[in-house]
């Protein structure tokens, strides 16, 4: 099966890195951000978007370090995917979105949901994990 992508990929100046990002679907459509796994990127999404309704814009994006995106100087971890994604959709202007991550993805997802509640309008995680404990510290 061919999945391609979108050929018109752009990249986003974040903290040392290059964020790769692709725009596709409706303009004008509720924002959908697609999230891939560790070690992956952007293109193990891209056969998802042909059963995404068209009244969605997607932005799918591949993590630093991952993909087309750069490493930069940054160590990886979750909290700095979350930043970078946040950086991107600060760019592209985007208030409120639903989001759809796979595995790493997904935790991704869950942390940007708790981190802004208001913003994130649906969830859907795949294979990811999160817990949080009570008396856990999450550092946003």
Not at 64 to 89: F, I, K, N, V, W
Not at 92 to 111: C, K, P, T, W
Request: proline residues 4%; glycine residues 10%.
């Amino acid at each position: 099966m061919s999945c391609a992508q979108n050929p018109s990929g752009r990249y986003l100046e974040v903290d040392s890195s290059r964020i790769y990002f692709e725009l596709a679907g409706n303009p004008q459509g509720k924002a959908l951000l697609i999230l891939h796994g560790g070690l992956g990127s952007s293109r193990e999404m891209a056969c998802l978007q042909a059963h995404i309704p068209a009244d969605y814009q997607l932005i799918s994006m591949d993590f630093r370090g991952h993909g087309r995106s750069t490493l930069g100087q940054q160590p990886l971890s979750y909290a700095r995917y979350q930043q970078d994604a946040e950086a991107l959709l600060n760019h592209l202007g985007v208030e409120q979105y639903s989001v759809l991550g796979f595995s790493d993805g997904g935790i991704v997802a869950y942390r940007l949901a708790a981190s802004h509640p208001g913003r994130v309008t649906r969830l859907i995680a795949i294979g990811a994990q999160w817990r949080l404990l009570p008396e856990q510290v999450v550092v946003f």
